[in-house]
């Protein structure tokens, strides 16, 4: 199993351009995940799937979107990217959204001039 | 709201001595509570959990306390090894009860741990 993967691994963007963050996950979990991490932060919840077919805003939704595609699938698209999106990503999964652990990928860094 | 300090807690420990970091937490319904490890350039590894009807959970080497009273989490890393360098975050689950979708995690800023070997 690979668990949770990510790509890109790195990015550089310039002002306004787009771009969509992949993630993809082999543990048939139903629950995904997409945070930010800043320098010297914990992670911010942007958005999440709590299953196959919804989709719910995070702690910092503005400036992105999202899609999943299918159970294994869940994307990240930043429509106009600007600095304050400079960060490193992460991908998450979940069995179920409630008590149990998230697992995540090894994160996507993005920059953007 | 955001944080804006970017220093991150700090604890540094001698190789073989115990640790213990602390997190406190928001949300007095919070239901679950996950500890995680961060290497350096590495997404979060779980290290352990507790369910909110509980106050002491142990794992290999690690111990994680809850006092929800005053709404404190710790972890206790015994003998700590200059392995367990890392940032050290708590996470709270917090259910949905209104879509009863089972919840997502909000995570802590933070601690960064330094071994002395």
């Known amino acids: 199993n690979a668990g949770v993967t990510q790509t890109p691994k790195f990015q550089v963007l310039k002002t306004g351009q787009s771009m969509t963050l992949q993630c993809a996950q082999d543990?048939?979990?139903?629950?995904m995940y997409w945070y930010r991490q800043d320098p010297g932060m914990g992670l911010r919840l942007i958005y999440y799937?709590?299953?196959?077919?919804?989709?719910d805003k995070g702690e910092v939704p503005n400036g992105y979107n999202v899609s999943r595609l299918n159970k294994r699938e869940f994307s990240l698209r930043l429509e106009s990217a600007a600095p304050s999106q400079t960060s490193v990503y992460f991908c998450a999964s979940r069995l179920l959204a409630g008590l149990n652990e998230q697992f995540f990928g090894p994160g996507t860094r993005l920059t953007v001039l | 709201g955001e944080s804006v300090g970017l220093h991150l807690p700090t604890l540094s420990v001698q190789e073989g001595d115990n640790s213990i970091i602390n997190c406190a937490y928001s949300n007095s319904a919070s239901d679950y509570f996950i500890w995680y490890k961060q290497e350096s350039g590495k997404g979060p590894q779980f290290i352990i959990d507790?369910?909110?009807?509980?106050d002491k959970r142990q794992g290999q080497r690690v111990t994680v306390l809850l006092n929800k009273t005053v709404k404190h989490l710790s972890l206790q890393i015994a003998a700590t090894q200059p392995g367990d360098s890392a940032v050290y975050f708590c996470a709270e689950n917090r259910s949905d009860k209104i879509y009863n979708q089972g919840g997502k995690l909000i995570f802590g800023q933070g601690t960064e741990l330094s071994v002395k070997p």
């Open positions: 543990m048939n979990h139903n629950s």
């Open positions: 799937s709590a299953s196959e077919g919804t989709t």
């Open positions: 507790i369910r909110s009807n509980m």
